[in-house]
């Protein structure tokens, strides 16, 4: 004859991850009692569950160094402590970016490596250049070098934006200088200059003293120096960075007898390395289109122009052309206005796997693109055109840098068509 099963409501029919959540939270069968956080909150929980999930606590529990009755665990939040202990019960956890680094801290305690791994891919999914720097301090705070090294990767990928972010002011000393010292900053030194003069600036305020030099100088320390004068274009050195009397004058005068006297001799301080910069390519992501220029059934030499602007100042370090003629070369011309700026002739690199008709054509030196300001890309060719662009994007947007492109009434064209496939900025 078939018994009637007590009723229950926590056990029949639920998984075994809804029987222990149970377990935690109506605390039936605890062994162990924890005091957690400053308020000095009291969780029960299992010997059991928690070793099983954790090298930490089986040392804790079962190791000839057994802790018996209460334990206090003051360094994690009552909040955080809660949201791990579910974790460890049911493989479930919200991370959000407000408790992302404390979980982790509460993972790498207890050496949980799968909710590590977990906590390490959440924070390169959900990094953006305005919550890098919270994450940063956060991971800082908590001594987190991997959620560091992630953070600082990141940052200096997207160095153009991050710089420019609000939260930049935001970051600690130590947080800003491993941002700022890195070789692999892809941006410009008056970017990095500017950068870290604003948040001088913001740490006077924070500090309740006056925003003068000596003491911008005073918070900065040797920070100071992660920006490398050498190669700060002179206008920008002798105005600017002159001006706002920060940087001690005898190292100006050392950059300018280096740069100018090819004097060797500069102090240590002075990096003389230059920085690895990857500009960004702003496709116009048009339809690759064929075709002939041809006037009175003879090829005839044909000027394609295109107008750009930029939301914010940056530097053109080059284009992506189209192979138009045999020599592997583009002659070209960039104006403002009607002042050229650049007329060379410079050679295309190899084609891109994904892109077997476009090389890159890069400067020697890049150009100083201000904000608002329309400029003119002009390639000259004399060969067939068999490769255009047409019915190209007009706005571009990466980061924080927007781009305008529109039809220049110096082209030859009958109808806007253009060699460029993209431009290659950097703030």
């Not at 299992?46 to 089986?58: A, E, G, I, T």
């Not at 740490?203 to 911008?216: A, S």
């Not at 600017?240 to 100018?260: A, G, L, T, Y």
Request: glycine share 4%; net charge negative.
């Amino acid at each position: 004859m078939a018994v009637d099963l007590p009723p229950s409501d926590w056990q029949v029919g639920k998984t075994l991850s809804e029987s222990l959540d149970h377990l935690l939270t109506s605390g039936i069968g605890s062994d162990v009692t924890f005091i957690v956080g400053d308020d000095k909150t009291r969780f029960s929980a299992h010997k059991l569950v928690l070793f099983s999930r954790s090298p930490v606590f089986f040392a804790m529990f079962e190791g000839p160094m057994a802790e018996k009755g209460e334990i206090t665990i003051p360094d994690i939040s009552a909040e955080t402590f809660k949201l791990f202990l579910r974790y460890l019960y049911t493989d479930r956890i919200h991370l959000t970016e407000r408790n992302l680094v404390p979980v982790f801290n509460a993972a790498r305690k207890y050496c949980v490596d799968i909710l590590i791994s977990s906590c390490q891919t959440f924070l390169t999914k959900n990094l953006r250049p305005e919550n890098a720097c919270s994450f940063l301090e956060q991971a800082h705070l908590f001594m987190a070098e991997s959620l560091q090294e992630i953070c600082v990767r990141f940052m200096i990928q997207n160095a153009a934006a991050v710089l420019q972010s609000v939260t930049f002011n935001d970051l600690c000393l130590d947080c800003l200088t491993s941002v700022t010292e890195s070789d692999d900053l892809g941006v410009t030194e008056t970017c990095v200059y500017e950068a870290i003069i604003r948040w001088a600036g913001a740490q006077c305020t924070r500090q309740n003293i006056e925003p003068t030099p000596d003491n911008k100088r005073k918070v900065l320390g040797k920070t100071v120096y992660t920006a490398r004068y050498l190669h700060v274009e002179e206008d920008y050195l002798l105005g600017r960075i002159c001006s706002d009397k920060v940087v001690p004058p005898e190292d100006i005068i050392d950059v300018i007898n280096h740069n100018r006297n090819k004097n060797p001799s500069v102090p240590e301080k002075l990096n003389l390395r230059k920085r690895s910069v990857i500009p960004i390519k702003f496709h116009r992501n048009g339809y690759l289109a064929s075709n002939s220029f041809l006037l009175g059934g003879q090829t005839h030499e044909a000027d394609e122009a295109l107008c750009f602007r930029s939301s914010v100042d940056v530097f053109l370090y080059g284009f992506g052309s189209i192979f138009s003629n045999k020599k592997g070369s583009v002659d070209f011309k960039i104006l403002d206005g009607d002042n050229c700026l650049v007329e060379a002739s410079k050679p295309m690199s190899e084609p891109h796997p994904d892109a077997p008709n476009i090389g890159d054509v890069m400067f020697d030196t890049p150009i100083k693109i201000l904000a608002g300001k329309t400029y003119t890309l002009l390639e000259h060719s004399n060969n067939p055109v068999y490769h255009h662009f047409e019915k190209c994007a007009l706005k571009i947007t990466r980061q924080h840098i927007s781009v305008e492109i529109s039809c220049s009434p110096r082209s030859s064209l009958s109808s806007w068509k253009a060699h460029v496939a993209y431009l290659l900025l950097s703030g």
